[in-house]
């Protein structure tokens, strides 16, 4: 499985300095199949017409296997215990703060309170500690979950391929997991200490969750840990891996940048929004069926922006504290500092005068196993 990995360093050291011109630009664009040699000279690209160039195919992409239609998903924070030592999350047990976990009928105000706001689809999210969250913990709140969303997702803490189908007859069809970077050398510095130490377990949990039965899956980096464009390149190899294994599951990629967390970690790299424009239409032009997942840790500005171009799912009215929805308080203690504040009415609307098609509805229950 790692062997992605390595052709994608090779692709990136082959056409790190390669700028292509506007006229292999449009000759890469009028090609049926954008090979990742192509995504690599189109990552260098800086020249505004030929950004345009790109977005304008993107979408033309997106339309052709999406539709209108944009999904809507939240969060829900139910813990924020954790064993892990990462530099740069606000979960980190290097933090000192008052830890939370929810019990079952403050995870249900919490669902009420969601579905009030008009949130059909749901992430279920925990920090990584199966002592204060085990997986009895986790399963149980995706069966509350399941009674009051269309859909059930998950982001927690890597897990056995037994748990994970314990959690899809639970309900859970879905698993988002961020490999952070997949640079070994800088994961190994930024995850110091605790189980998430591990790279390759966290690595193949997405196969061991589509193997238990789980129908969608989302990966990506955390861009400024490690060289963003290969960090890229690595998605954009790990989702086609995916959907070449898993050619029923639906795969999606996201590119979070790096939001303060009330740490003191400063990023490697920056991205600017240019550049995480240019990647995220660099995904649809090398994979045209695959979603592309963007959060509220952008800006409402440039949000909406994508959404007529290469997105295809988006959270909203996202609360990244725990008990965030019936407390309305404050994201102190938050995992991640929110750019987008619009309430979920407000998204929606942004989308319809788009002319786009707000969708929460979860269309793939009932598909069968993979």
Known sequence: MTEFIRKAEKVWEEFKDYVPTYDEV???????VVNIEDAAKLLNVEDKNSILLMASKAKKLTRENFGKVILLYAPLYISN?????????GFSCRKNYKREKLEFNEIENELRAMKEEGIDSVIILTG?????????YIEQACKIAANYMSEVSIEVYPLLEEEYRSLASAGVVGITIYQETYQKE????????GPKKDFEFRFKAVER?????FHEACVGPLLGLSHPKKDVLCTLLHAEYLLDRFPKAEISVSFPRVRSAGTDFVPKFSVSDKEFIKFLIVARLYLPRVG????????????????DVCITKMSAGSKTTVGGYV???EEKDAQFEVEDRRSVAEVVDSI?????????????RGVGSL
């Open 209 to 213: 969750a589509l193997s238990a039965g």
């Open 26 to 32: 449009c000759e890469i664009l009028e090609k049926e």
């Open 81 to 89: 215990y954790c064993q892990n030592g990462c530099v740069y999350c």
């Open 327 to 329: 407390a309305q308080e």
């Open 352 to 364: 319809i005068k788009k002319g786009l098609r707000p969708e929460f509805t979860n269309w793939v």
């Open 128 to 136: 990584e500690d199966r002592i204060h969250s085990p997986v009895d």
């Open 186 to 193: 800088d994961y190994k510095k930024l995850h110091p200490f």
């Open 292 to 307: 592309i997942v963007i959060s509220t840790r952008e800006d409402a500005r440039l949000r909406d922006a994508l959404i």
